[in-house]
Every structure is written in structure tokens, then in C-alpha cells.
């Protein structure tokens, strides 16, 4: 009985660690769609000009959009790499979905092509995550420019196009989304100095 007892235990053991990596989110994607918002500063996308999120997705989400300004909520920030956030405002059809973008991107106010991005989706209705998990299947076009410095904090805009090579697989799940070329413009603050 013990011998069993212990063939058990060791079945167990190499099915959970076998399993662990699907139980994990990928390091670019947040435990809670709120911490996102929150530690993303995201508000009204307002700029020197309207913020805007032009996205199609496709598969287990099936949404079109094209929001700005008041419409959608989008922050982020700079430490090694690029973080973008963007959700609609309430009364949009984006409510419950979080696109988050990051983007392997220098801080430069010179043009980007072809960097390497990991796109996560989420849909904080079902609790969803659909993530490349990896920074091999996704690319952006980028431009940043710096808008203003207050403090300690530079704000910059950052403006561009992602695509993927291929759908983004679920995090603990057997669905995917597929992701339309994906056309935005958001904020971020550069916390390097904080």
C-alpha cells in the first residue's frame, strides 16, 4: 500500500509540474484587469491630440473598434520596455475588453520598425487572457515623441501599428484571438527615474 501511496504521490507531482506553466501568466500580463488600469494611470486618452485604438479581433472575441478621445482609456509606462493599455469607457463596446501592448521599443523620438511586442487580450467580463506569451509572434511600427516633462516624469505619446503572426492563444484555456492590424495612439510615463 505505502508503494502505492507513493506512485500516487509522484504521479501527482510530475502532472502538476507538467501543468504549471499553463497555470502561469505570461510576465508581461497582469494578475487583475483593475491593477492594470490603476498601475497604468489610464484615463480619458487625451493628448495634444485625441488618443485612438483602431482594432479588429477575431476567434473567441469577436470585436471591431474604432474608439478616441473620452471614448477610450488608455495609460502606460517605460522601464526596459514600452506598456500600453487600452479599454473603453463604459459606454463603448470595449468595456470589458483590455488590450495591453508591450513593446520591446527604445526611448527615442526616432522611428521603430518591426520591434518585437507581446499583445495581451483581456475580457474582464469572462475573465479571459489571450497572450502571444512571447515577444516572437507580434511586431509594431513605432513613434514616440516626448510631449512633456512634470518632475521627475517625462510623458511621451506613443503612436504606431502591431500585427502578429498568428492567433494569440488563451492562458489556461483552448480558445484564441486573432488580432486585425492593430492601429493606436496612447500615453506613457517614462518610471525609470521613480
Do not use: H
Not at 500516487?8 to 487583475?32: H, K, N, Y
Not at 473598434?65 to 471614448?71: A, V
Amino acid at each position: 500500500m505505502l508503494k502505492n501511496l507513493v506512485n500516487l504521490t509522484g504521479a501527482i507531482a510530475v502532472i502538476g509540474l507538467a501543468a504549471w506553466p499553463f497555470m502561469q501568466l505570461p510576465s508581461d500580463t497582469p494578475e487583475a484587469p483593475q491593477d492594470v488600469m490603476q498601475n497604468s494611470s489610464a484615463l480619458p486618452c487625451l493628448m495634444d491630440e485625441p488618443g485612438r485604438l483602431q482594432a479588429a479581433l477575431f476567434g473567441s472575441i469577436q470585436q471591431e473598434t474604432d474608439l478616441s478621445g473620452d471614448n477610450l482609456l488608455c495609460g502606460g509606462d517605460y522601464n526596459q520596455r514600452i506598456r500600453l493599455v487600452f479599454t473603453g469607457s463604459n459606454s463603448t463596446e470595449l468595456a470589458n475588453i483590455t488590450l495591453i501592448l508591450s513593446i520591446n521599443a527604445e526611448l527615442t523620438e526616432q522611428q521603430q520598425r518591426d520591434v518585437a511586442t507581446n499583445i495581451t487580450v483581456m475580457n474582464t467580463a469572462t475573465g479571459e487572457f489571450f497572450s502571444a506569451q512571447s515577444s516572437d509572434r507580434c511586431w509594431s511600427d513605432i513613434e514616440l515623441v516626448k510631449l512633456v516633462s512634470e518632475g521627475t516624469q517625462d510623458l511621451w505619446k506613443a503612436s504606431g501599428t502591431s500585427y502578429c503572426a498568428g492567433a494569440l492563444p488563451q492562458v489556461a484555456g483552448r480558445g484564441s484571438v486573432t488580432v486585425g492590424k492593430l492601429n493606436f495612439s496612447g500615453r506613457m510615463v517614462d518610471i525609470r527615474a521613480n
